[in-house]
């Protein structure tokens, strides 16, 4: 394989014909790019010949289930991904339209070891990327990142004999059905199912009207422009939607999803927005009486309520913080024989016997139902407010580059350490520490907290905090931290902020 050409650009002869690939968009644990700006579908050949040929090299069996999300463009990159693959020798299984957790779910179900899934993700369209992996349920972490990275851009992809290509048919129902099992509700639920017209619009109204629930749909049409507002379940404009629909319907719960299918976000019935760390908690209780000693697994931007949590403790479970990102939870989880794990983001990771330890969207939002069903009695307000009181941020995404972000937190966390070491305060709360697994979270006396960490995606920071006491107290610890990182002239604006 030729190494990717550095002068390339589009609208050019060598466009259509060289592969293009910016060196950026391989992050930690999957790839993303602006296309066709940074990437072109040479590159996406070539990532397919240099994928196929690290599976090779490692003995993988040569094998391989591949789908896309509903982008306009996200075919093509897919068909010009699998030429690679065929190249290299690897049979490719096509399961076509898809999410991400359904191209996981086809690994178990076609007895297939590897998946290479074209989505974006939450991110908007003008971008595409892949998540991969070779050992089910994992997906690649930062080695296997590296060392893919390192066999495209020096061009080391190697042509092997024994390629082919299949459409495999029948796997979208499998997935849904296994999704239902033997779950039929009890309790009639009106739900909100949110999809901001991306991929899950195809598969969640289906799913929840299988389990009984009556759906209130809230722009589930499939339409790749994304008229009203990019399918993330993180982002306020979505949430908010949400819950105006929950107030408009008098529906029980709003359950949303993002562009993939791999992650959940949820408003209860009062229209109040539930980040996934408190829902995560909600699960997490309940789980814990139902198997006694359950181990978790949270990510560093959740909520402290993991490790304080009153009722948690009394039922024996542990909860370990750690790395935030789907490939580092996946692992973690299973690497701990963890029962899940949980991210703010929205990602889920559900072990045996919940789930197969994959992040899905469509799963978590059976388990929400699930537990409504055993809590009959109450409103998912009702368990909310359950929870000990804590005032949390969205969370925040102020611009830098990529070129420059992890020097950027290398940089405050070395600033926060020496803060913490010379006794001084942040918002006038003593520090207590700093978890530096992922960043640095900064972790204060009376139990609140503030992360600032390099986004694994995009040309991001990515900043979140909590406070135990008021609302006053959390934006008094966000301005704190801000004003450290505001030494950092690279740092730009904010996505949204406090």
Known sequence: ?????????????????????????????????????????????????????????????????????YRDYSLAIKQALAIGLMQAGIRVRDIGPALSPMA????????????????????PNGW?????????????????????????????????PGGAYETVAGVEDAYLDDLVGDLRLARPLRVVCATGNGTAGRFAPRLLERIGAEVIALHTALDYTFPNYNPNPEALEMLHDMARAVR????????????????????????????????????????????????????VKSTGLYAADPVLAERGAT???????????????????????????????????????????????????????????????????????????????????????????DRLTERLQAMAAAGETLAGHAIGGVVTVNGARVQLAHGGWALVRASSNTPNLVVVCESPDSDGDLRAIFRALDAVIRTEPSVGHYDQSL
């Open 1 to 69: 394989m030729t190494a990717p050409h550095p002068t390339v650009t589009p609208n050019s002869w060598e466009f259509l014909r060289d592969a293009m690939i910016a060196p950026a968009g391989f992050r930690e644990y999957d790839a993303r790019w602006r296309y066709p700006q940074e990437i072109n579908l040479p590159g996406m050949t070539a990532l397919g010949l240099g994928l196929g040929t690290q599976m090779q090299a490692r003995g993988i069996r040569p094998e391989i289930v591949v789908g896309n999300d």
């Open 104 to 123: 996981y779910f086809a690994q178990f179900h076609l007895d297939v070891p590897a998946v290479a899934m074209v989505t974006a993700s939450h991110n």
């Open 128 to 160: 595409t990327g892949v998540k991969m992996g070779f050992d089910r349920p994992l997906t690649h972490g930062p080695a296997e990142m590296a060392e893919l990275r390192d066999i495209v851009l020096e061009g080391r992809g190697r042509p092997h």
């Open 248 to 299: 408009a319907h008098g529906a029980d719960l709003a359950l949303g999803f993002d562009g993939d299918g791999d992650r959940c976000g949820v408003v209860d019935d009062e229209g109040e927005e539930i980040f996934a760390d408190k829902v995560g908690v909600l699960l997490a209780r309940d789980w814990a009486a139902l198997h006694p000693g359950a181990r978790f697994v949270v990510d």
């Open 319 to 409: 909860t370990e913080y750690w790395k935030t990102g789907h490939s580092h939870m996946k692992r973690r989880v299973r690497d701990t024989a963890a029962l899940a794990g949980f991210e703010k983001s929205g990602h889920y990771f559900l072990a045996p016997p919940v789930g197969r330890g994959y992040d899905c969207g469509l799963r978590v939002a059976v388990e929400i139902c699930r537990l409504l069903d055993r809590h009959a009695g109450q409103n998912l307000s009702d368990l909310r407010r359950g929870l000990p009181v804590t005032f949390a941020s969205p969370t925040m995404s102020p611009f830098c580059p990529d070129a420059e972000k992890y020097a950027v937190v």
